[in-house]
């Protein structure tokens, strides 16, 4: 697994051992990049982080701060050991938080963020759980883009309308939606 793109481009990251974690693979980071546009000095939050490599891909093409989020410990060793090898330590933060319990510590992390990225384990109901959370008045500010990862046969129920589908689409097994807060952008990089 490689960074696709950017500053660090060409650059390895590590994955966890065993199961427990399903890095996105390398053609739907480069498909889900392309897509997003430029990230130049945005505010990214990676949910369910596992490697870091959303987040971390982010980094690479201009972003200016990650915050990843993973309870696992295994994973959360190899983040800081991608985050440490790349020389990132300044511009990340990582939260040791079980979700959807953590969401209530990342009220502040949320509310600053330009793009959200949430790849929770597939087949569960995190990803229905990541919607609720994220889909209440006020969780993210207007403008926000939120990029789910699903598998193609989880249920991704429809929001209320305060997160705003803009796009789905599949890879293989894996489907990526992607959302806009309702309201409008802030100003300043993220709107």
Same mark, same amino acid.
């Given at each position: ?64 701060? +990650? !915050?990843?989020?993973?309870?696992? $410990?295994? %994973? /959360? &060793? =190899?983040? #800081?050991?991608?985050? *440490?090898?790349?020389? @990132? ?28 990225? +949430? !790849?929770?384990?597939?087949?569960? $109901?995190? %990803? /229905? &759980? =990541?919607? #609720?959370?994220?889909? *209440?008045?006020?969780? @993210? ?38 959302? /806009? ?11």
């Amino acid at each position: 697994m490689r960074v696709i793109a950017g500053e660090l481009g060409g650059r390895r990251l590590f994955a966890p051992h065993g199961d427990r974690t399903r890095p996105t693979s390398d053609r739907v980071r480069e498909a889900l990049f392309m897509s997003l546009g430029p990230l130049d000095g945005l505010r990214v939050v990676d949910l369910f982080a596992g490697s870091g490599a959303l987040a971390i891909e982010a980094l690479s093409r201009g972003a200016e701060h +990650a !915050d990843l989020v993973e309870v696992d $410990r295994h %994973a /959360r &060793e =190899t983040i #800081e050991r991608n985050v *440490r090898e790349l020389g @990132l330590e300044s511009r990340v933060k990582l939260w040791p938080l079980r979700l959807p319990a953590g969401y209530s510590r990342l009220r502040a992390v949320l509310s600053a963020a330009d793009v959200v990225f +949430a !790849d929770p384990p597939y087949g569960g $109901r995190e %990803a /229905r &759980e =990541t919607l #609720e959370a994220l889909g *209440r008045a006020g969780v @993210l500010r207007g403008g926000v883009r939120l990029v789910l990862e699903s598998h193609g046969k989880d249920e991704v129920p429809e929001t209320d309308g305060v997160l705003v589908r803009e796009r789905e689409r599949r890879y293989g097994e894996t489907v990526v939606h992607v959302y /806009r807060a309702a309201g409008a952008p802030a100003e300043g990089p993220g709107a």
